[in-house]
């Protein structure tokens, strides 16, 4: 079993920052890969970011040159840094672990208005 707790959402305004953080109840290196996928309201979910246990990065188009996710094997915990945000990446933002099967977070909301 796997347990993951995110943290870091809120509400920003636009062109604003946000960190979201997701600490896993086991060492990351035993995961085949971590990340966030995110969920607007009427809208399927899509993953924004992945990290592999060998360190390799995917990104969504849409999130390109402004979220870079990271992680901290010490404290077994990944990070999702988000610059420049728009009303568009408003949504719940769930941390995800593949661990054979695929675990997750219950999510952290994350609202960009004005």
């Known amino acids: 079993q796997v347990q993951l707790v995110e943290s870091g959402g809120g509400l920003v305004q636009p062109g604003g920052s946000l960190r979201l953080s997701c600490a896993a109840s086991r060492s990351m290196f035993s995961f085949n890969s971590m990340g966030w996928y995110r969920q607007a309201p009427g809208k399927e979910r899509e993953l924004v970011a992945r990290i592999t246990r060998g360190g390799s990065t995917n990104y969504a188009d849409s999130v390109k040159g402004r979220f870079t996710i990271s992680r901290d094997n010490a404290k077994n915990t990944v990070y999702l840094q988000m610059n420049s945000l728009k009303p568009e990446d408003t949504a719940v933002y769930y941390c995800?672990?593949?661990?054979?099967?695929?675990?997750w977070g219950k999510g952290t909301l994350v609202t960009v208005s004005s």
């Open positions: 995800y672990a593949n661990y054979g099967l695929d675990y």
